[in-house]
């Protein structure tokens, strides 16, 4: 399986969007961050013990799928929605979603627009091959209003042509949207609308059949959510684990049982994945949250405990 | 004197398979498709392996499911609700229209920049000059993205033309307003007046796509005054032949060729539909999207490039000696380069004029780069990608490709086999 | 008619032309007010220059070249030429000019691409100048001076900087003292330059190399009683073997033996200019000997070869480049074993060589259509057998007369390498721009990176076809 | 035959008159101070070394090049700027080539017609027959529907001459019209030459066929330098040149 | 020194034999019927009109055309489609073409050493002293570093045959080899192919010159519509042709 090919390789190979900011995005030396990034680190740190052998494979929204299916990477990054014909007709898995977007709007303020219901006769700005030219279309259709699409190869050049007035509104993932509002040199001048067209879950893919490297993504992504829940830090990692005695907490730091032996890795796997990059809030915060540039609040994407909709399965 | 003796029995021998000159390019042929059916076998046999360890299988019915998102340039009508394979012809349609056009442009600007090239003006010629090395050593696809990045950053937004009350009552004027009234550049498109006709004749659908009988009336009037010109042009080159002296003609030719169309459309009511700025956008008249305009100007500017240098260099190749023979016979210049110079200098243009339309048509595919919507972009991207059928549109892909360059080519070789100069 | 007759004694001096046919006014008359057309001409020529001019040198004027992002840019612009101003900020690519020039390449290892290309250069020497000694001389000492200049300021230790220079030295002396020996670099050159881009250990090249040195020897073995069209076939099939099927296993073996090599760099490292010579270099490289056996394929008299070969040129050059490509990324890994998965520069490689091949091929069939039948009828006469017909008497002929196709075809090569950042490779012009927009600091910038990349690219493809057309001019003279 | 030719008669009759002609190119010049005159029914041949300008001085005469001072009268029309007195001189000035330049899409007949037809305006019919009355005379009218790439040099030569007579001009200027072709061909063309000569064409012919000059020209013109250096009737400037340039240009051209 | 070279002794041993050989080109019966034997030693010129098939058949001894019908056997070895005997046949017959075809991207040194070198495994500097011998014998030994292009046309013809002999040939074929030179340039070549004739080279030459013919020719062959007409010893061939056609043929060769 994977699991094995990765092991014998020593590193992983990870799908990423090369040009996402805040999600993943190479900086000057070459080296992918974002949050999307930190999740494979946090894979490979787990699957190798160390979170620097990952090779990021950049890839085109066109050809993320079918790298996938070919093995050219073991695991797809790349702020993909889980669907129903992506996951039968395209044959792949969606072990977790890490992060609950929906399809919003942005539009100028001066515009005058308030609603996405009245964009009617609007330009619209979208970026070709993802799922949501299909939202579009099915919410326009929805509400009986026109509009006419301005197709795009990639994120940046949608936003230039936003910016230049190309389009009346820009239309992607609502995280999206908010990454790149926060770059603008004015960002007060344009307003997110509040419709939210669609669902959005985006998560890391597998190839659908591999189960047990399914399931390596799955707990891994689990063991930084349980990480955010039990207040473990990357700061804080060595005190818990000395003092801590909370039987999960210690399962999942591989003090008791064989839990990261059981899924056929080393028992310090979830330990060295949350020393990666922290756990999940912490990875949140430095990449997308509010004290980043991009400024997204949790929202969704709280832990169920504070109201959102992220929820690890117990960790026995 | 020796006699030769009879003729050795020519028995077959195993090695005459690779020594005997008749045999051997049968071994080595038969080799060779071995060889050939061998890899092919390969090729499929892994395919099939591949495509069954994925769960695919090759099926060309999504051509004809729903295809779910929309494409703003459509030549023929289209909607979300509409198939794949209509996204397809759609996508079809719009590749050949930029290459069309495209064409007719890089020619007109070829041919422009490449007699300038020659002009004794030097500067015209040194600017002419800058303007193909310019564009012939600068990849294509950096200037789709210009002539993009220039039109929808430079030009005006809609709302830029927008006249409220208050305007008018400081005696204020919008920021801009539209050429003769009638044409509206913006960020985001151009916007040119329509010509609408206000007794049409019915339209009718044959296989999905609506033909209109008005157009194809039109069309068949044009046809019949073309040739009707021609027959009068027979004439008087008859007069010509006669008398010596060619009857003046060009107003006699405009009447036959534009008359009869002009007096058709007024007969159905033509009109103009002027395009107003209405909600966010001007509606009305024909709306031409950037992504367009900036692949078919950057595929004409840098194409038109490359045939400037077609162009000079066919011209040069018509020896001087040809010109000055034509003006020793006291030919004219305008009369010299009508029939001496260009009848050969085009024998040397068009060939690679030709390949030059190919490649044309070959980088529309370059339309990515703005996300134009073409065969690549319909077919190839959107298609694909919401399908997930990568072998089927790829070959679908590449076929159509192949059927338009070699419909193109194969002018070209006709062409070039009808106007060889004969030589002993 | 003794009135006609006329001697004349004294022979006139050449005399001064009249003022009208001199000097200034003289060249502005003819050149740019000849007639009322050209008038017009000239005035309309002036006016677009003119306003050219305006338009822009205030923006490439008001340039800021230091600056951490872009809105201090903005602010330094706003600061000395006003609200209204408008400025380059060519502080970008002062902070990302080696992402355009290396992509990702290690910031420690720029010598070896810089190393490379220099060699690259020497090693054409011998193609394009052949025997001609001072010319090699010139190309290769002044190459050398750069490289090492280039060298010394990426500063890779003295060690290191003292060695090129010896290499470089030496490399100038071959050039002048034996400038034909110099062909031996060419036919090393491939497997250094891989050596050195990709690093590694020294035994895959070797290895490689071997495959070579294998078909050799079975041609030369099978020759005798195979004839050279059947052995060519052995040596090629034996060396497919070796290839595909011994030679990793026994590199392998071979380097856990004796380890030796520098350290290595994956291809997914490679960007920005260095991945478009990579790919351009390589891909003309290999196609030569595809597109020469194609072109004679489509002279051959065998149909199936011919029909093969004519087959495969026109569905290539039929369907747009960027379709290929995305064959490369889509499709190939169909068509391959399950389970082998290459890398993609390899895979984009691999097609845009075969691509490229049948632009060749007829650009060489056009070179072998310019030798007169004699030549061949000569090589037939004198007992040389195909091969031997090809390699000495038809294709160096033939290959030099299309020295300035297969210049002008590297040209459009090299220029379509941006095509790669449509399948996801960070070609300099949209993979690597696109990237370094993504960057928050450098957000909102537009102009600066393509103009930098559209001027690089300006100047080699410029350079090239310049080049070419002076060999084309020198080979319509000695061709006489 | 030779003798009779050059006792026809020649007219008073100015046809060419050129007066201290200059012409530079650039700072070369490269006419100095010509002055000629050519009566109606001459026959001149112009020699002289290779770059004298002899070309030059042949093309100015029907304004192919320009002269910067003197005049040049042909015909009665000067040369000038003047368009329409240019077209008038080309109209009567027909020229052969060294290299033939022929129009090789056009077939020998339309080569023949076509400036006839567009200058002259004569009928097509018309046209034709004078083209092919030419045609016998150079002794090819069986090649009028072939392409001039089908013919041999001297055969194309003697098309180029009776595209030049087609235009039934008052003279003729020749341009080396033997120096492309092979000696068997010359003779052809020579020929050809005779017999115009015979029937009072006037002809300036530059040429370094001597046994021509002999044969039919009234006069030889030798140019050296831009200049014209010595001019005499053929007999005495074969027989006793006068200049020392002459000689020495003799001696090379008959001793080979 | 010409009747001497005839004189001088022919072997009886054969060296092409020619029997009963046929040859189209399509529909097109080039060759008709030929039968004919050469010793070693003998010098056999042929002649005949243009488009009589004498290229042909001298093309078909060394095989590059093939043969329709009858047999070639070329010292000992039978021309058939078998590769390895045309090798041998190539190798032991030097051939002369009307255009020379030298390579003109190598020296005129390297162009003589280049088959032995590659045909012959001849040592390089065995090759380049035996082509030293032969560019002395044909008298440009100081020319062997220059390139083709930069020699006359004779000269060129005579490194065509130095190139020819120095694979050591039993046996030279000439097609015209002296048809594309300058009038000049005619004498050193056939100096040249005089001077081999009197060493005993077999030789078969296609040509034109008949002086040569009656110097050094054991026998001439006139073809016609690819047959052989007549053949004869020289003297006998042009002093008394027996058939029409070669009467017809000497008159108009030795006519003009
Ligand atoms: N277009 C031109 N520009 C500059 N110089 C020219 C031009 N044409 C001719 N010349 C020069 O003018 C001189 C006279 O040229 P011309 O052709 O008249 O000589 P010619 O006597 O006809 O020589 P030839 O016998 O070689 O034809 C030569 O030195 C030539 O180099
Ligand atoms: N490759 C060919 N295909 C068809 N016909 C050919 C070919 N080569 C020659 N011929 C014809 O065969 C005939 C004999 O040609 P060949 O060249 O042997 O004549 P030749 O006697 O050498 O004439 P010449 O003196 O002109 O060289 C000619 O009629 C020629 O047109
Ligand atoms: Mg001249
Ligand atoms: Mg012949």
New binding site residues.
């Given amino acids: 399986g994977t699991l094995d090919d990765v092991k014998a390789r020593g590193e992983l190979l990870c799908g990423a969007n090369p040009g996402l900011t805040g999600f993943a995005a190479p900086d000057a030396n070459g080296e992918y961050q974002g949050f999307d990034a930190a999740l494979c680190k946090a894979i490979a740190a787990a699957v190798l013990g160390d979170a620097t052998k990952v090779k990021f494979v950049p890839l085109s929204s066109e050809v993320r799928f079918t790298a996938l299916a070919s093995g050219e990477v073991d695991v797809l990054v790349r702020n993909s929605t889980a669907t129903y014909s992506r996951d039968n007709d395209l044959k792949l898995d969606f072990p977790v979603i890490n992060y609950y977007d929906g399809q919003g709007f942005m539009v100028k303020k001066d515009l005058g627009v308030s609603s996405a219901k009245e964009l009617d006769g609007a330009t619209v700005c979208i970026q070709t091959g993802t799922t949501t030219e299909l939202n579009l279309a099915d919410f326009f259709k929805h509400n009986n209003i026109t509009y006419t699409p301005v197709t795009v190869q990639d994120d940046s050049e949608a936003q230039r042509n936003y910016l230049a007035g190309s389009c009346d509104a820009f239309t992607t993932d609502a995280s999206g949207l908010a990454a790149v509002r926060s770059s603008f040199p004015d960002p007060e001048n344009h307003i997110i609308l509040p419709e939210i067209i669609s669902k959005e879950p985006l998560g890391p893919a597998v190839r659908h059949g591999d189960n047990q490297w399914g399931d390596v993504v799955r707990w891994t992504y689990n063991a930084l959510l349980i990480a955010e829940e039990k207040g473990i830090t990357k700061a804080n990692l060595a005190e818990v684990e000395a003092s801590s005695t909370d039987p999960e907490v210690r399962r999942l730091l591989g003090l008791e049982g064989d839990m990261g032996v059981m899924l056929g890795l080393d028992n310090a796997a979830f330990k060295n994945a949350i020393l990666a990059n922290g756990n999940y809030g912490e990875i949140f915060e430095a990449t997308i949250g509010t004290s980043t540039p991009i400024g997204l609040a949790r929202g969704l994407n709280a832990l169920w405990t504070q109201g959102g909709l992220q929820y690890a399965a117990p960790f026995r | 004197m020796t006699l030769a003796t009879d003729a050795p029995k020519d028995v077959f021998r195993l090695s005459m398979l690779i020594y005997d000159t008749r045999y051997r390019s049968y071994t080595i042929q038969i080799a060779v498709l071995v060889l050939l059916l061998l890899f092919l076998g390969w090729i499929t046999d892994n395919t099939i392996q591949n495509l069954a360890e994925r769960g695919k299988d090759i099926s060309f019915n999504f051509l004809w499911q729903r295809a779910g998102y929309d494409i703003d340039q459509q030549l023929i009508p289209y909607t979300n609700d509409s198939t794949h394979g209509r996204a397809t012809v759609i996508g079809i349609l719009n590749t050949l229209v930029v290459a069309i056009i495209g064409c007719l442009l890089a020619t007109v600007i070829g041919v422009v920049a490449g007699v300038l090239r020659l002009s004794k003006n030097w500067l015209v010629a040194r600017i002419m000059t800058v303007y193909v090395e310019v564009f012939r050593n600068i990849p294509v696809v950096l200037w789709i993205i210009v002539a993009s990045v220039f039109l929808t950053e430079t030009q005006p937004q809609p709302r830029d033309f927008k006249v409220t009350d208050e305007m008018i009552m400081a005696g204020e004027e919008p920021k801009a307003s539209m050429l003769f009234g009638a044409i509206a550049i913006t960020g985001r498109s151009t916007d040119i007046p329509a010509p609408v006709l206000s007794r049409p004749l019915p339209t009718l659908e044959i296989a999905t796509v609506p033909v209109s009988l008005s157009f194809l009336a039109f069309l068949a009037v044009v046809v019949v005054s073309v040739m009707a010109n021609r027959r009068f042009l027979t004439r008087v080159t008859a007069v010509q032949e006669e008398t010596g002296v060619r009857p003046v003609t060009w107003w006699k030719s405009l009447l036959i060729l534009f008359g009869p169309s002009i007096a058709l459309l007024i007969a159905m009511g033509l009109h103009l539909e002027y395009p107003e700025l209405k909600g966010f956008n001007f509606k009305g008249g024909i709306s031409i999207n950037h992504a367009f305009s900036a692949l078919l100007v950057a595929l004409s500017l840098y194409t038109g490039a490359f045939i400037a240098e077609n162009v000079r260099a066919g011209i040069m190749a018509i020896s001087r000696g040809q010109s000055e023979a034509a003006f020793a016979l006291g030919l004219r210049p305008g009369r010299a380069m009508k029939l001496v110079i260009l009848p050969q200098a085009l024998r040397v243009i068009i060939p690679p004029l030709i390949s030059q339309y190919l490649n044309l048509t070959k980088n529309t595919s370059l339309g990515i780069a703005v996300g134009y919507l073409d065969l690549r972009g319909t077919l190839g991207g959107i298609t694909m990608n919401q399908t997930g059928r990568e072998m089927e549109c790829m070959v679908l892909m590449m076929g159509i490709y192949l059927v338009i360059s070699l419909i193109v080519s194969s002018i070209m070789n006709a062409y070039n086999n009808a106007v060889k100069l004969r030589e002993r | 008619m003794s009135d006609s007759s006329f001697v004349r004694t004294q022979m006139l001096p050449p005399e001064v032309p009249p003022l009208t046919e001199r000097g200034l006014v003289r060249w502005m008359r003819e050149n740019l007010f000849s007639s009322v057309l050209n008038t017009v001409l000239t005035l309309a020529g002036l006016a677009f220059v003119i306003y050219a001019v305006a338009a822009t040198l205030p923006w490439f004027l008001n340039g800021v070249w230091n600056a951490k992002d872009i809105k201090e840019c903005r602010e330094i612009v706003l600061a000395n030429a006003g609200p209204e101003a408008t400025g380059a900020c060519w502080a970008l690519i002062r902070e990302r000019w080696h992402q355009f020039l290396f992509g990702f390449y290690p910031a420690d290892l720029y010598w070896r691409p810089v190393l490379a290309l220099g060699l690259l250069l020497v090693s054409l020497a011998p193609l394009l100048y052949y025997s001609m000694r001072r010319a090699n001389l010139i190309l290769v000492g002044t190459v050398s001076v750069l490289t090492l200049i280039a060298l010394a300021l990426l500063a890779p230790g003295a060690a290191l900087l003292v060695l090129f220079a010896g290499l470089f030295a030496a490399l100038t002396a071959v050039a002048w003292y034996a400038p034909q020996k110099l062909v031996w670099l060419t036919l090393a050159f491939p497997l250094l330059a891989f050596a050195l881009l990709w690093g590694g250990s020294v035994w895959g090249p070797i290895g490689v190399a071997a495959g070579f040195g294998i078909l050799a020897l079975v041609y030369s073995l099978t020759k005798s009683f195979l004839g050279v069209v059947v052995a060519t076939g052995a040596g090629v099939v034996a060396a497919a073997v070796w290839w595909l099927m011994v030679q990793t296993s026994v590199t392998t073996a071979l380097h856990g033996a004796i380890p030796l090599g520098i350290q290595a760099v994956n291809s997914d490292q490679f960007g920005g200019f260095l991945l478009a010579f990579v790919i351009g270099v390589t891909a003309i490289g290999a196609s030569l000997p595809i597109g020469i056996l194609l072109a004679l394929g489509r002279r051959s008299d065998m149909m199936l070869i011919k029909t093969l070969c004519v087959g495969f040129i026109e569905f290539v050059r039929g369907v747009p480049l960027i379709t290929v490509l995305f064959v490369a990324t889509l499709l190939l890994g169909y068509f391959l074993p399950p389970q082998s998965n290459f890398d993609l520069i390899l895979r984009v490689i691999i097609l845009v060589t075969f691509f490229s091949a049948a632009y060749l091929a007829e650009v060489i069939r056009g070179g072998l259509a310019a030798l007169p039948k004699g030549q061949y009828e000569a090589a037939d006469a004198l007992g040389l057998d195909y091969w031997q017909a090809q390699r000495l008497i038809i294709m160096p002929q033939a290959l030099k007369v299309s020295i300035p196709g297969i210049v002008s075809s590297f040209i459009g090569l090299f220029k379509d390498t941006t095509l790669v950042a449509f399948v996801g490779l960070m070609d300099p012009l949209k993979g690597v721009t696109t990237i370094v927009r993504a960057d928050v600091a450098w957000k909102g910038i537009y102009w600066e990176p393509y103009i930098f990349v559209g001027a690089i690219f300006f100047a080699v493809c410029f350079g090239m076809s310049r080049y070419s057309m002076y060999l084309e001019r020198k080979l319509k003279t000695d061709h006489r | 035959m030779a003798e009779a030719t050059k006792k026809m008669q020649v007219s008073d009759e100015v046809a060419i008159q050129i007066s201290s002609m200059n012409k530079w190119?650039?700072q070369?010049h490269?006419?100095r101070d010509i002055n000629m005159t050519v009566h109606r029914g001459e026959r001149i041949v112009i020699c002289?070394?290779?770059?004298?300008?002899?070309?030059?001085?042949?093309?100015c005469i029907n304004r192919l090049?320009e002269h910067q001072s003197g005049r040049i009268v042909v015909d009665g029309t000067e040369l000038t700027n003047d368009l329409k007195n240019i077209d008038k001189v080309r109209s009567e000035v027909g020229m052969v080539f060294?290299h033939f330049n022929l129009f090789p899409h056009l077939t020998i007949l339309e080569n023949c017609t076509l400036a006839p037809i567009w200058v002259r305006k004569t009928p097509r019919k018309e046209a034709e027959e004078t083209a092919m009355h030419y045609l016998h005379k150079v002794k090819i009218p069986e090649q009028a529907h072939k392409y001039p790439g089908q013919l041999s040099g001297g055969q194309q030569q003697r098309v180029a001459i009776a595209r030049s007579l087609c235009m039934k001009p008052r003279i003729m200027l020749f341009?080396?019209p033997t120096?492309a072709l092979d000696p068997e061909m010359i003779k052809e063309v020579l020929d050809t030459m005779i017999q115009l000569a015979e029937e009072g064409m006037t002809m300036l012919c530059?040429t370094?066929e001597m046994g021509f000059a002999q044969a039919v020209a009234n006069r030889v013109v030798f140019?050296d330098q831009?200049q014209i250096v010595e001019q005499n009737a053929p007999k005495e400037f074969f027989s006793n040149p006068q200049s020392d340039r002459t000689k020495l240009f003799l001696s090379q051209i008959l001793g080979h």
């Fill in positions: 190119y650039g070369f490269v006419l002289g070394p290779s770059g004298s300008g002899k070309s030059t001085l042949i093309r090049e060294q341009d080396e120096s530059v370094h140019m831009g």
